[in-house]
């Protein structure tokens, strides 16, 4: 199966601040991935497909590059409500796999 | 718009039989790939595997293959996952979702509210 490892495991960051987080695949999967946030106790939502693709309502802050291996995401200037966990996924193959998660936490 | 309501928290003993549902609205239920994720208590996301609810092809991950279920009505548009016999690391929330695509290589656009699951004795 293909893994993804997402890096780091935890963010601490500021409101206003630039975050990046970064995704590696163990094989190439084009830009089959998706990336998605996580709120307590809530369910997972989509916020970038095939690597780039922002999805509808989702705030501009976010975007996704990358393709073959490595992929990041990035929010240009953080904003309370980005405090949560961001899942990286591959769909290049059937067997779908996720990143490990980078909990985003206020500094 | 696309709706996916999950039944509720479960309590089981181990050893005991569960079947979850997701239960889906505002399409064509037949045509759309629908996933399970599970996540463990303060644990990641972890694919289960997918069905086609037109004729039922299933895909496992290996990490659970044989160990669940999944299976769909389209009659009452309706997917479920179940366990005949059920441990305790089986604790969990479960999400189905479904593809944004109607192709089995797409994202998970749409998500249920998830099912606890609790298996103590």
């Known amino acids: 199966d293909i893994q993804m490892t997402q890096s780091p495991s935890t963010l601490s960051a500021s409101v206003g601040d630039r975050v990046t987080i970064t995704c590696r695949a163990s094989q190439s999967i084009s830009s089959w991935l998706a990336w998605y946030q996580q709120k307590p106790g809530k369910a997972p939502k989509v916020l970038i497909s095939e690597a780039t693709n922002l999805q509808r309502g989702v705030p501009s802050r976010f975007s996704g590059s990358g393709s073959g291996t490595e992929f990041t995401l990035t929010i240009s200037s953080l904003q309370p409500e980005d405090f949560a966990t961001y899942y990286c996924?591959?769909?290049?193959?059937?067997?779908?796999?996720f990143g490990q998660g980078t909990k985003v936490e206020i500094k | 718009e696309v709706q996916l309501v999950q039944s509720e928290a479960e309590v089981r003993e181990p050893g005991q039989s569960l079947k979850i549902s997701c239960k889906a609205s505002g399409y064509s239920f037949s045509n759309y790939w629908i996933g399970w994720v599970r996540q463990m208590p303060g644990k990641g996301l972890e694919w289960m595997g997918i069905i086609y609810p037109d004729d039922s092809d299933t895909r496992y991950s290996p990490s659970v293959q044989g160990q669940v279920t999944m299976s769909a009505d389209k009659s009452t548009s309706t997917a479920y996952l179940q366990w005949s016999s059920l441990k305790a690391s089986d604790t969990g929330m479960y999400y189905c979702a479904r593809n944004f695509g109607d192709g089995l290589l797409s994202h998970l656009g749409y998500w249920g509210q998830g099912s606890l699951v609790t298996v103590s004795s």
């Open positions: 996924q591959q769909y290049n193959t059937y067997r779908w796999t």
